[in-house]
């Protein structure tokens, strides 16, 4: 599991989240979506240590590698939730309580097209959850495979991947 430090997004937010709910067409009750346009990663690995506890690779130097590290990074910012990640999913992830449902996310590891790439595609909007997820494997992996195959000219749609979203209780 890698873990990330991600700006809050959510009901407290006012107008964005209203002009947010009104393009998206959706009535959510929290928002635990990973998308990084509506809730921008806020770790940069920048010192030795920061480099050390990341993951080094091409679009997913803001992953955290272990919890302990994230915790201690998540204490720098107000207005943060540190959210647990298992990426690029093939197989359904262990049952826990903490699991809050599964995102999927373009190869960039950035945009979601659950809550931020489209709005009105009655094959997600009939399985999104309240909270900006899906929340069975087995129907995020229907829908992955439907954007992979009915969207595949679409760059964000061509390579997305399934993600497991989780809390972490810190």
């Not at 809730?39 to 091409?58: A, H, I, Q, T, Y």
């Not at 979601?112 to 997600?124: H, K, P, R, Y």
Request: hydrophobic letters at 35%; charged letters at 30%.
């Amino acid at each position: 599991m890698y873990y990330k430090v991600v700006k809050k997004f959510g009901l407290d937010f006012g107008s964005d989240w209203s002009s947010y709910k009104e393009w998206r067409n959706f009535e959510f009750s929290s928002f635990e979506s990973v998308d990084a346009l509506l809730r921008p990663d806020l770790f940069e690995p920048k010192s030795d240590e920061d480099w050390d506890n990341c993951v080094n690779e091409d679009y997913k130097l803001n992953l955290i590698t272990n919890l302990e590290y994230a915790a201690k990074v998540h204490s720098r910012f107000k207005n943060s939730d540190l959210v647990g990640v298992e990426i690029e999913l093939e197989t359904p992830p262990k049952e826990t309580t903490e699991l809050l449902g599964f995102d999927i996310l373009d190869e960039y590891c950035q945009v979601s097209l659950l809550t931020n790439w489209g709005n009105n595609n009655d094959v997600i909007d009939t399985s999104l959850c309240k909270n900006g997820l899906i929340g069975d494997f087995s129907e995020a992996l229907k829908i992955r495979n439907y954007l992979r195959k009915d969207f595949k000219e679409d760059g964000h749609a061509e390579f997305c991947g399934i993600w497991a979203i989780y809390t972490t209780n810190t």
